[in-house]
């Protein structure tokens, strides 16, 4: 049975933070085996090993295109080979070692918008580190950074549909628990003494 369940979240928990700013302004670098370009539609298809680096992001998988708007923002369609995964890692603003990572079948990323959109098999992660905080898996996932919200579906088409099955999401806690207080009224436990010298 599929495990996919579809909810939508403004925001994971309140340690949430949006992705690193400062990537809007740095230059994409972009690995891969075979370019195609089309300087006229402004279309670029990237196929094998494809890497995608602007800032702190990072976009990787087997097939990419991309397509770059008038003003020079870019609009990225990631595509896994079957078995594999196409991915994506960002630093978070609000510390200095959180980050957002996630896989799926196919992934768009709107630089425009700071949006990324996962679909087929999509998972997320927030990290402090190398410790997951938060995950979310679901047949579509949206994830809009600027305004800190995420979207689940249990579908890959980004709508519910009924019988499509449940999903998880876990939270992991923020700190530990205090012990707990010493009921009113409830005698504290007496002090452990010490036989004086010469005692048995």
Same mark, same amino acid.
């Given at each position: 049975?599929? %495990? ?16 690193? %700013?400062?990537? @809007?302004?740095?230059? /994409? ?8 370009? =089309?300087? $006229? ?8 090993? $494809?890497?995608?680096? &602007?800032?702190?992001?990072?976009? &990787? ?18 595509? /896994? #080979?079957?078995?594999? @995964? ?30 990324? %959109? ?19 898996? #679901?047949?579509?996932? #949206?994830?809009? #950074?600027? &305004? ?12 519910? &549909? ?20 010493? +009921?009113?009224? @409830?005698?504290? +436990? ?5 036989? /004086?010298?010469? =005692?048995?």
């Amino acid at each position: 049975m599929k %495990k996919f369940l579809a909810f939508a979240l403004l925001g994971l928990a309140a340690a949430t933070a949006s992705a690193e %700013k400062a990537d @809007a302004a740095k230059q /994409a670098v972009i690995g891969y085996d075979s370019l195609e370009t =089309n300087e $006229v539609t402004q279309v670029t298809i990237l196929t094998g090993n $494809v890497v995608v680096t &602007k800032g702190t992001l990072i976009l &990787k998988s087997d097939r990419a295109i991309i397509k770059e708007t008038p003003e020079g923002d870019m609009f990225v369609t990631l595509t /896994a #080979s079957a078995g594999k @995964a196409a991915t994506f890692r960002q630093k978070r603003d609000g510390g200095p070692d959180l980050w957002i990572e996630g896989q799926a079948q196919r992934i768009e990323y709107d630089e425009r918008n700071d949006m990324m %959109k996962l679909f087929s098999g999509a998972k997320i992660r927030q990290l402090e580190g190398q410790k997951p905080t938060n995950e979310i898996e #679901s047949e579509f996932i #949206s994830y809009d #950074s600027r &305004k800190e919200v995420f979207v689940a579906r249990n579908d890959a088409s980004g709508a519910n &549909k009924p019988g499509q099955g449940r999903g998880t999401m876990i939270i992991a806690p923020r700190k530990p628990r205090a012990a707990p207080a010493t +009921p009113p009224g @409830a005698a504290a +436990p007496a002090p452990a003494t010490t036989p /004086a010298a010469g =005692n048995p």
